[in-house]
């Protein structure tokens, strides 16, 4: 073959042709080495004087040498605007010139992926920060997420990005774990409803979607990052992989990330029967698998699956992971020894190269025609990096507007006994370690955080008003005076004295509790700050129970990344408003829902548990798991998933049931009615809830199988029409295989999976059957409001 000739006029240039014809041209004209080029990644940060991207120093590798590197090709650059704080247009100036760069070194012209972290926003400098995912689950408000997701897409797409590492589809087993914060909850069609949403809205701006983390992460035990994971198969089939089920199928996501864990002994990195048995074959995926990061050193490092960073490589690429992330290790130098060694075949990494180089094509990126200048800086004059500085606003406001609508309806009110809404207090008092700290908003992967933290001279880019610049403004007529009592973690009560003196002169207290986010131990949550119970941070209970004994009505607000029992205060405190890291907007929102101004509409994503020491439990559980005379402890909830108030009441009634009893293969149709009897408009959550009494083996008492938002004005009633799949039934029978039996059902109609308004007995007939991956997974759910 002539190298020059094939590249006169490459086929894979030719726009005409699909994604796959022109990657296999392509494939036929590279070097094994220039191959391996594009399995790799390199961790980069933006220069913020418009530079090219520099190789970021970090703790696990050496930087490579790009001058090495690039002649080769490149497959993705790592973070370039989520590792050091830069401005958006230099760093979109630095990533172009970069790409340039790239493009230049290497012989077929091809550019680098972009991507970056995207969890509760743009994880860059400047960039909104929404609220992190528990506080979407907490919405139960897939439409609100999707416009969510396009917006941080289309600013991620406008500045040169091309693949965003969300949404965490992890479903919470236990409570302790630090990444419960980024899971959108307890129940799988909760996570996989909000989540399939989140990737619509990021897909359809152009941006790669990553589902992660594939599979059984947060089962780990104990709740403790990275430890092994010991579930069975059907907790797999029936809990953890249905979230990604149905993201793959009607989110389309391009891209799937590896999880940590093992699952029985077997690391997801290296399980073929997961990443290409299940996920290719049997579900049609045909995207890109990729690395957490280190993953596939993690395969001789932690799990010790591997001898040698080549065996790691062979069995990462043999199971089915495509691209390793951050940075070039394994499939580096290690793949090239072990092909020509005849350990791995050049087909398994022809078939890795296959996926990425269609990636590209659909990207764009291999395109005669393609331009390293983003969207963000289209006409703009780049000679002169500092002229272009705060001419890309990466938190306007539409953006500013879509956090405090997310904010709104993630604040959820656990307990009221009349003193919320509270009209004009005289006397704040506002105590408590959150009530005056801008980052109590945050979660662990917003960039102030994660990245920020790291630069406390730099300023955070985007306002974050505290809790008590939000009070003052939303009660201007009223004295806030505040005390912080305590520190979020730490053990001094000597604040104590000043906390309860200020309660003790006030009408009212608003006291702030909960985490603090941070990253491995700097925190009270977030990746690898896992607590060793569900009992409040540091002194956070005492400084709670002596507000408790003073004697002035306490309204406990918590801006947290977990459920945390809450001790007396379940029974004692005027009011619980909880939050889980609501945002920028944050703040404001639960000031809204203090004063009225906003008529709170969250349900709870997590069970809220009563004592701190029963984990793991969530409300998925089964009959030996709920509280007996056999056991000493309680595994009950205080507040238990999808629980929420307002400041309305809403009526259900006038239930139809057309159809009761139908096949295994059919539907169940049922109707009824919700109405507004309150005084002031509001929102009601309406979840339906199977509970199957007797099968073959064994289930959950309940498990959601649907909801619907219904905003309601006064006096407004709407009829809700459900009809009921009998594939929503389906569970992983004896067999291992997903079966609909015959039997009696129950359909809870409820208002949370403790406040069940309408039962409705069912009948499956007929033989048993057996449903796969093309079941139907949602009701039909229809309103008619008058």
Not at 28 to 49: H, I, P, Y
Not at 405 to 418: I, K, S, T, Y
Not at 572 to 598: H, K
Request: charged share 20%; with cysteine.
């Amino acid at each position: 073959m002539n190298p020059t000739v094939e590249l006169a006029n490459p086929v894979w240039r030719d726009v005409s042709l699909d994604p796959a014809t022109r990657a296999d041209a392509l494939i036929a004209a590279m070097t094994l080495r220039e191959k391996t080029a594009q399995l790799v990644g390199v961790w980069v940060g933006a220069s913020d004087e418009g530079g090219e991207v520099a190789p970021h120093q970090h703790e696990m590798e050496e930087p490579p040498d790009l001058d090495e590197l690039l002649p080769n090709g490149l497959g993705q650059l790592t973070r370039p605007f989520g590792t050091v704080p830069v401005d958006a247009a230099v760093g979109a100036l630095s990533l172009a010139r970069s790409q340039q760069r790239i493009v230049a070194a290497n012989r077929f012209g091809i550019p680098a992926i972009a991507h970056e972290e995207c969890l509760a926003g743009f994880a860059a400098w400047g960039a909104t920060a929404y609220p992190v995912p528990l506080s979407w689950g907490a919405t139960f408000n897939p439409e609100l997420v999707r416009t969510m997701a396009t917006a941080i897409g289309t600013d991620m797409r406008a500045v040169g990005v091309h693949q965003g590492l969300a949404p965490v589809l992890d479903v919470v087993r236990d409570a302790r774990w630090g990444r419960v914060e980024e899971t959108i909850g307890e129940d799988p069609y909760l996570v996989g409803t909000i989540a399939t949403a989140y990737v619509q809205g990021l897909e359809s701006a152009g941006i790669v979607a990553t589902l992660k983390h594939f599979a059984g992460y947060s089962a780990s035990r104990a709740g403790r990052n990275l430890a092994p994971v010991s579930m069975g198969a059907r907790e797999r089939a029936d809990v953890i992989l249905p979230p990604f089920e149905m993201a793959l199928r009607e989110g389309r996501p391009r891209s799937v990330m590896h999880a940590y864990t093992d699952t029985d002994g077997i690391p997801s990195a290296a399980d073929q029967e997961l990443l290409t048995g299940l996920l290719r074959d049997t579900w049609g995926f045909d995207g890109t698998v990729v690395a957490d990061y280190f993953g596939i050193a993690f395969l001789k490092l932690l799990h010790g699956v591997a001898g040698s960073w080549d065996e790691a490589a062979g069995l990462a690429l043999a199971s089915g992971v495509d691209v390793e992330l951050p940075t070039v290790k394994t499939f580096g130098q290690p793949l090239l020894d072990a092909v020509e060694a005849g350990t791995v075949p050049e087909e398994l990494i022809d078939r890795a190269l296959r996926r990425i180089l269609v990636q590209k094509a659909q990207l764009g990126l291999l395109d005669p025609d393609w331009n390293p200048v983003p969207q963000a800086l289209s006409g703009a004059e780049l000679a002169v990096p500092e002229a272009l500085r705060g001419s890309v606003d990466l938190d306007p406001p539409a953006n500013r507007e879509l956090a405090r609508e997310l904010a709104e309806q993630a604040v959820v009110l656990l307990r009221n006994d009349g003193t919320l809404p509270l009209g004009r207090p005289r006397r704040i008092a506002l105590i408590g370690p959150n009530a005056d700290t801008p980052t109590a908003v945050l979660g662990c992967y917003s960039f102030p955080v994660h990245v920020g933290s790291q630069h406390p001279e730099v300023p955070t880019g985007i306002a974050l008003p505290t809790l008590r610049e939000t009070l003052a403004a939303e009660f201007p007529d009223a004295e806030i005076f505040s005390a912080p009592g305590a520190t979020v973690d730490g053990d001094s009560t000597a604040g104590f004295a000043e906390a309860v003196a200020a309660a003790r002169v006030a009408d009212v207290v608003v006291l702030a509790l909960g985490d603090r986010a941070g990253l491995f131990g700097r925190g009270t949550s977030g990746e690898g700050c896992d607590a060793e119970s569900i009992q409040l941070p540091g002194v956070q209970q005492q400084l709670l129970d002596a507000l408790l004994d003073a004697d002035t009505p306490v309204v406990l607000v918590m801006l947290a990344g977990r459920p945390y029992a809450l001790g007396r205060a379940d029974t004692e405190a005027a009011a619980i408003v909880q939050s889980f890291f609501p945002g920028e907007a944050g703040t404001e929102a639960i000031a809204g829902v203090l004063s009225g101004r906003v008529n709170p509409s969250g349900r709870l994503p997590v069970s809220v548990p009563r004592h701190k020491g029963v984990q793991p439990s969530t409300y998925l559980a089964a009959r030996l798991a709920q509280d007996s005379d056999v056991s000493s402890t309680s595994t009950s909830a205080a507040y238990g998933f999808g629980h929420g108030l307002g400041y309305t009441e809403f009526e259900w009634s006038a239930l139809d049931v057309s159809v009761a009893e139908t096949g295994t293969d059919g539907s169940f149709r049922i109707a009824f009615e919700v109405r507004n009897t309150g005084e002031r408009s509001g929102c009601e959550v309406v979840q339906f809830y199977l509970h199957d009494p007797v099968a073959s083996v064994v289930q959950p008492m309940q498990r959601l199988v649907g909801y619907r938002r219904l905003p309601l004005e006064p006096g407004e009633a709407c009829r809700v029409l459900l009809e009921l799949p009998a594939d929503l039934a389906s569970f992983t029978g004896r067999t291992g295989r997903r079966i609909v039996e015959p039997g009696e059902l129950e359909l809870r109609i409820s208002a949370s999976s403790t406040d069940h308004r309408i039962t409705v007995p069912l009948r499956l007939t007929g033989p048993v059957r057996e449903v796969d991956h093309t079941r139907r997974l949602h009701p039909v759910v229809t309103v008619e409001c008058r």
